[in-house]
């Protein structure tokens, strides 16, 4: 019988899973267009001959975001990468083309370092992609005639990608969702939330408000950057769009403060005012032509949220705070070992199942090897948190793939009805893929399954082994690195959670040491750490999927997300509070002390002197 927290574990999980399959504005357009790009895609694949389009298919899904002019820079800059990818693999091909061991040694040497690359820089999964071309590529010099090498080389790393992210660049910038409209959406999300919360603030939406703020800003900053970039709007609206972003972030923090023993009245006053900011921003309206009635407020607890919202509507410029540490690498990409072990870790378990496919003269479980690059990531709980994503969609793909051999493909007569059927597939499986973390994968994985077993070679496959072997291939590279991650220098969430802490206490330090004039206009500075406090949840979250052996204990993970909060109580009390008098300063050491110490085994409510909210100080 499962004990009580077990169940609730189970119940929560159940309730978000629910939550992240409902629709959100721009979610059903999104899936649409992801599966007629697959469509699309794959149609011209099979026509021209192009191998492997459920991969390049594989990419949209994984690559897509909603906003068009990302997908035009991703969609252009990986067929810049892929071609430079292409002009290194002949290189290589030549260099190893009759020396077997050679070519371990190259898949072993360009491996290790896009994946070093992944894991110490913001590049990430771009350049284990990159990793996964050049090694799959690699891998095909043994089956492929030696005359045709380079030939076949630059059509398995070019074409494959190249025909996908072509369509997807070219179908955004005809039917794509401008930047824009999706920052004047996030920008009246948060204006509704924050109204939301002000009328009933309890538990019913504090998960849901401290996620949103968890985000930070970085989405809506990238909207905003590709905005300018392509010159989508005037100046006069770039200005409050940049101006609308920052503040609506603002009156999250403020209005998250604010607790159900305030002034209900005044409360409701305030959530009007952001309703009406929010229909303002999201009908293409600015603030200097039509501006929403504020209320007089006379409770101090509230003044936080009202100054905000006059700060949001009125004239006064965005000023500037802090500059952002937030670098391209990593400070510690080259003292950290986890950087490295990750890249071998990875490796070791691509090369591992290339030499059971190889060994075995079983070249049909080769997704096996691509597996391995796809579902890796830092710490064991969130590897094998993804593992369980792609298990469960590769085994929904797989059914849905097995049915369409069995029932639907013999009856197709036409190309055009097996391009509405990936169309039809790809957009349900896209409809998970863009919900949140906890889900999206297994979109993917459902899509990626589903293709692999459908599409065998340039035409619809109705070969049941060729399609059980393309599972049987995905299962074993799971396998493999589920032993790898967990065996080897596994890393358990504890270690990034104590990470996370450290670089929020660190930034609070420095915005403590700021004045205040500067601290307030510190949006973005906040909202890094906010990040690094939702990146910890997050972390905290995945601890549950770690291994019996090495999980880290429950109560150590309450205690630290004690320590989430404390810490975030402490950030939104410098931005709202003038004064950082002497309990504030004995906080912030205490905190600082306990995480540098990595000491999470007593209890953290008893180390502080007293907080308050910071919403609700005057």
């Not at 989508?232 to 403060?257: D, E, I, M, W």
């Not at 013999?410 to 973390?437: C, K, N, R």
């Not at 999927?545 to 989430?564: D, G, I, N, Q, T």
Request: proline letters at 4%; one cysteine or more; glycine letters at 8%.
């Amino acid at each position: 019988m499962a004990n009580p927290a077990q169940t609730s574990d189970l119940g929560r999980r159940s309730l978000r899973l629910i939550d992240d399959l409902k629709p959100f504005p721009g979610r059903f357009t999104q899936s649409v267009s992801i599966g007629i790009i697959c469509a699309i895609s794959c149609v011209i694949s099979m026509m021209y001959h192009f191998p492997e389009a459920a991969i390049g298919c594989y990419l949209v899904i994984f690559m897509a975001k909603p906003s068009a002019a990302d997908n035009v820079l991703t969609g252009v800059g990986l067929i810049l990468a892929v071609t430079f990818v292409v002009f290194l693999l002949i290189g290589l091909i030549n260099l190893t083309i009759d020396y077997p061991a050679a070519q371990i040694a190259a898949i072993v040497i360009t491996s290790f370092i896009f994946l070093y690359v992944d894991s110490a820089t913001k590049l990430g999964e771009q350049a284990g992609i990159v990793a996964l071309v050049i090694s799959f590529v690699m891998t095909l010099l043994g089956s492929i005639p030696i005359g045709e090498i380079a030939t076949r080389a630059v059509l398995y790393a070019w074409a494959m990608v190249f025909v996908p992210m072509a369509v997807m660049a070219v179908y955004n910038l005809l039917f794509g969702i401008p930047p824009q409209k999706l920052l004047r959406q996030e920008i009246a999300d948060r204006l509704n939330l924050a109204a939301d919360w002000l009328e009933k603030p309890g538990e019913g939406l504090r998960e849901k408000l401290t996620e949103t703020i968890g985000e930070g800003t970085a989405n809506a900053d990238n909207l905003l950057k590709t905005t300018g970039m392509f010159h989508l709007v005037n100046g006069r609206t770039n200005a409050f769009l940049s101006k609308s972003q920052a503040q609506s972030y603002r009156l999250l923090l403020a209005a998250s403060g604010v607790g159900a023993d305030t002034d209900e009245a005044e409360r409701g006053a305030l959530a009007a005012a952001c309703r009406r900011a929010a229909d303002i921003v999201f009908t293409r309206k600015i603030f200097e032509d039509e501006r929403p009635t504020l209320p007089d407020i006379e409770d101090k607890r509230l003044s936080h949220v009202a100054d905000t919202l006059q700060d949001l509507v009125g004239e006064a410029p965005l000023e500037k705070g802090l500059p952002l540490d937030d670098a391209f690498v990593a400070p510690d990409a080259f003292t950290n070992p986890v950087h490295l072990q990750f890249a071998l870790k990875t490796t070791l378990a691509a090369v591992t199942c290339y030499f059971i496919y190889t060994a075995a003269d079983w070249s049909g479980i080769h997704t096996a090897m691509i597996t391995c690059y796809v579902a890796a990531l830092g710490t064991t709980g969130e590897t094998v948190h993804k593992l369980v994503l792609r298990i469960t969609g590769c085994l929904i793909g797989a059914f849905i793939g097995l049915v369409t051999i069995l029932y639907l493909i013999p009856q197709m007569e036409s190309v055009g009805a097996l391009a509405a059927l990936i169309f039809v597939v790809v957009a349900l499986s896209a409809w998970v893929s863009t919900g949140s973390e906890r889900i999206s994968y297994g979109g993917v994985q459902i899509a990626l399954a589903f293709l692999l077993t459908v599409i065998q070679g340039f035409s619809p496959g109705t070969d049941l082994s060729s399609a059980s072997d393309r599972i049987i291939g995905i299962l074993l590279g799971n396998t493999v690195v589920y032993l790898v991650f967990t065996l080897i220098w596994p890393v358990s969430v504890s270690q990034a959670v104590r990470d996370g802490l450290g670089e929020a206490v660190a930034r609070v330090r420095k915005l403590a040491a700021t004045p205040f004039a500067e601290r307030r206009a510190s949006l973005g500075y906040v909202a890094l750490i906010e990040q690094n406090l939702g990146s910890v949840r997050e972390a905290i979250d995945m601890a549950s999927y770690e291994p019996h052996s090495m999980r880290w204990p429950r109560e150590e993970r309450s205690r630290a997300l004690v320590l989430a909060d404390q810490l975030n109580e402490r950030a939104l009390d410098l931005m709202f509070r003038p004064e950082v008098d002497a309990r504030a300063e004995a906080d912030i050491a205490t905190l600082e002390s306990r995480i540098s110490r990595q000491d999470l085994s007593e209890d953290t409510e008893t180390d502080l002197t007293g907080t308050q909210e910071p919403g609700v100080t005057g």
